[in-house]
């Protein structure tokens, strides 16, 4: 599976993005991770589609959503009251089969992954 991330740029706080995922073919799921400078990659959200369960971290709860577009499987992140602390790569990643509750946010999850797009957030 290729996937392509796309839909990063340079917003101020409290702005809204959105950021697409599109796939090479359908997937069990898809997530979307973020790695900031000098820190390690953390899971994001993350959308089941078995079950069309939607998965966040805390830190974008409420903020984020996470949808699907059933007439060409891209996924998208909308983001919304964006803040400095969200500057980061966002990468969208797919696993090879329908993952478990437990696996979701786990990273090594996903064996296909897209190349990222970068969101900076200014103060």
């Known amino acids: 599976v290729q996937l392509q991330a796309s839909g990063g740029g340079l917003v101020r706080a409290g702005d809204s993005l959105r950021l697409s995922c599109a796939a090479s073919?359908?997937?069990?799921?898809t997530a979307w991770f973020r790695q900031a400078p000098g820190k390690e990659r953390e899971f994001v959200a993350a959308?089941?589609?078995?079950?069309?369960?939607?998965y966040y971290a805390d830190s974008v709860k409420g903020r984020f959503t996470i949808s699907r577009d059933n007439t060409n499987d891209a996924v998208y992140l909308q983001m919304n009251s964006l803040k400095p602390e969200d500057t980061a790569i966002y990468y969208c990643?797919?696993?090879?089969?329908?993952?478990?509750?437990?696996?979701?946010?786990?990273?090594?999850?996903?064996?296909?992954w897209g190349q990222g797009t970068l969101v900076t957030v200014s103060s």
């Open positions: 073919r359908r997937t069990y799921a």
């Open positions: 959308l089941r589609r078995s079950t069309s369960t939607t």
């Open positions: 990643a797919a696993p090879p089969n329908t993952p478990i509750t437990s696996a979701v946010r786990d990273p090594q999850t996903y064996t296909y």
